[in-house]
């Protein structure tokens, strides 16, 4: 009964987990491949194109106000010198960027 229950507990466990990281997988991917080369793969803008862009951090007081919709609009309409990636990302792929970056604000 006890084995079943750590069995049980265990699936759940991992599952969740599993779950966890899949779900910030495809974010983290696409931050990598369309993101990182400009903002740093921690998200401290500490890039040659980020420097020479005055990229700023991800976690500056002027990031960490801005809200997820203000987020994704930037995203999708670009914003000084950052290209716009509506037409490039599909809505849900800019929401997960969008996500992976909040989780790179915590860090």
């Known amino acids: ?4 229950m750590a069995i049980a507990i ?3 466990v991992t599952a969740l987990a599993a779950t966890t990281v899949f779900a910030q997988g495809p974010g ?5 491949a369309k993101c990182a080369m400009c903002h740093a793969a921690d998200g401290s803008g500490a ?11 991800f976690s500056s007081p002027e990031m960490m106000k801005m ?5 994704v609009a930037g ?7 950052m290209p716009a ?3 490039k ?3 849900a792929q800019i929401a997960e960027v969008v996500a992976y970056i909040q989780t790179l604000q915590k860090k």
Do not use: I
């Open 85 to 87: 990636y509506s037409g």
């Open 10 to 12: 265990l699936s759940v």
């Open 47 to 57: 890039t040659p194109a980020g420097k020479a862009m005055k990229t700023p951090s």
């Open 89 to 91: 990302l599909t809505g």
């Open 28 to 32: 983290a991917a696409t931050y990598k």
């Open 1 to 4: 009964m006890k084995t079943r």
């Open 67 to 71: 809200t997820t919709a203000e987020l």
């Open 75 to 81: 995203t999708k309409n670009g914003k000084g010198k």
